[in-house]
């Protein structure tokens, strides 16, 4: 069971939301890690073993996230 949210987590998870929201839907790899405060490496091994929240491969090479598909892997809706 998980600890209780406190007050400045559900501050700090607000914040990201704007801040991400006031930008680009689109975020490279650091930055959909950043949103869901996890890692590039954990990002990377859940598209290497097609898990984590769905991505999109851009000119065969660049690899996006949308938030609206990091808000759905939130809520357990947007597996791959």
């Known amino acids: 069971m998980s600890a209780p949210l406190t007050k400045n987590d559900v501050e700090d998870a607000v914040r990201r939301v704007l ?3 006031s930008r680009s839907p689109w975020l ?10 996890s890692t590039p490496g954990t990002m990377r091994s859940w598209r ?3 898990e984590g929240p769905r991505y ?6 660049s690899v996006r996230y949308h938030v609206d598909d990091l808000d759905a892997f939130v809520r357990g809706e947007g597996r791959r």
């Open 19 to 21: 801040e991400s929201h």
């Open 28 to 37: 490279a790899t650091e930055g959909a890690a950043g949103y869901l405060s």
């Open 48 to 50: 290497a073993n097609g």
């Open 56 to 61: 999109h491969v851009f000119h065969g090479k």
